[in-house]
């Protein structure tokens, strides 16, 4: 039996941009640490939390009074994660596009760093989530409330391409939603997309 779904108000929103392979997670801390250093993503950033040890897990974080960045391993898959922690201005469409962006642009920097060996955002696949059970509770009236913006933001990063989505059907989980685009493009690419 689903709770109350008002996707309107949703603000604890994450995304998940899959990596095409694990870099080498002693080297991320290094480089997070820099990003403190120099403001290199947005937020203010306080801190780096490492969970490398832990398998399939939520590698290295970092941790930002805003929203938390991450190299994420959960559900064995590598990944640069950005979920939000506080309030956004704008609508869902608007807050779901901000979230997806600083992910993108945390993937464009990280692509970017030699010091991981090349790594590269996949491009074609994502998993958006909404950590709030209250507003969001993982069932069919939460994803056909999220639909619409949804399809409009898969609309701008995949430029029309086809596209399979796949919502977790566990009512015990948060609610996310798979996508897997026919074809994909750099962090780059993606992030002129969805901002342009």
Request: aromatic share 6%.
């Given at each position: 039996?689903?709770?109350?779904?008002?996707?309107?108000?949703?603000?604890?929103?994450?995304?998940?941009?899959?990596?095409?392979?694990?870099?080498?997670?002693?080297?991320?801390?290094?480089?997070?640490h820099r990003w403190i250093q120099t403001a290199?993503?947005?937020?203010?950033?306080?801190?780096i939390a490492d969970y490398s040890h832990v398998?399939?897990?939520?590698?290295?974080?970092?941790?930002?009074?805003?929203?938390?960045?991450?190299?994420?391993?959960?559900?064995?898959?590598?990944?640069?994660?950005?979920?939000?922690?506080?309030?956004?201005?704008?609508?869902?469409?608007?807050?779901?596009?901000?979230?997806?962006?600083?992910?993108?642009?945390?993937?464009?920097?990280?692509?970017?760093?030699?010091?991981?060996?090349?790594?590269?955002?996949?491009?074609?696949?994502?998993?958006?989530?909404?950590?709030?059970?209250?507003?969001?509770?993982?069932?069919?009236?939460?994803?056909?409330?999220?639909?619409?913006?949804?399809?409009?933001?898969?609309?701008?990063?995949?430029?029309?391409?086809?596209?399979?989505?796949?919502?977790d059907q566990d009512p015990r989980r948060r609610?996310?939603?798979?996508?897997?685009?026919?074809?994909?493009?750099?962090?780059?690419?993606?992030?002129?997309?969805?901002?342009?």
């Amino acid at each position: 039996m689903g709770g109350h779904t008002d996707v309107d108000g949703l603000q604890r929103i994450g995304v998940k941009f899959y990596l095409s392979e694990t870099p080498p997670l002693d080297a991320v801390i290094p480089v997070f640490h820099r990003w403190i250093q120099t403001a290199a993503v947005e937020g203010m950033l306080i801190d780096i939390a490492d969970y490398s040890h832990v398998p399939d897990g939520p590698g290295v974080m970092l941790i930002a009074h805003e929203g938390n960045y991450a190299v994420d391993l959960n559900g064995g898959r590598p990944g640069v994660l950005y979920y939000r922690k506080q309030a956004l201005a704008g609508d869902l469409d608007q807050r779901v596009r901000a979230v997806c962006a600083a992910a993108l642009r945390a993937a464009a920097l990280l692509e970017g760093e030699a010091s991981l060996g090349g790594v590269k955002l996949r491009g074609d696949e994502l998993q958006i989530f909404a950590n709030d059970r209250l507003l969001a509770p993982n069932d069919g009236a939460t994803e056909a409330a999220f639909a619409p913006v949804l399809t409009g933001l898969l609309d701008r990063l995949y430029a029309g391409a086809p596209r399979q989505l796949c919502r977790d059907q566990d009512p015990r989980r948060r609610f996310n939603v798979d996508v897997k685009a026919e074809r994909g493009a750099d962090a780059a690419t993606l992030l002129q997309r969805l901002t342009a």
